[in-house]
């Protein structure tokens, strides 16, 4: 089956950002993010799961160990398991990333 927005397990998180579980799995877990301006997420690490975030659109701010890093459309960042990260949108336009997590982060969140 085709993954996509519409054949995808939806889900909210923040109250106003949503999420759609493009890939389930143990092994690797695959999720298209949509934050509007201004939101943010809780400042996190993962035990066993290293992720990567890809910008689709917009410009996502991670801030990775403390530091602030502005990622734009077309490029992306590794997190590290264990490494502290937060994901945000400092901008006035939404954005759209994936996140892409081996093995799942699901299970695998701690507030940092």
């Known amino acids: ?57 917009g410009m996502l701010t991670i801030e990775l160990d403390g530091t602030p890093q502005a990622i734009p459309a077309g490029s992306g960042l590794p997190v590290g398991r264990g490494q502290a990260h937060q994901a945000r949108n400092d901008s006035a336009q939404e954005v759209v990333f994936l996140v892409i997590s081996s093995p799942t982060s699901r299970g695998d969140r701690q507030e940092a």
């Open 1 to 57: 089956m085709i993954a996509n927005r519409e054949t995808s397990e939806h889900y909210t998180w923040g109250g106003t950002c949503d999420g759609w579980v493009l890939r389930p799995g143990d092994d690797l877990l695959v999720i298209e993010e949509r934050m509007p301006p201004g939101t943010r997420e809780v400042r996190h690490f993962h035990a066993r799961a290293e992720q990567f975030f890809y910008v689709l659109s």
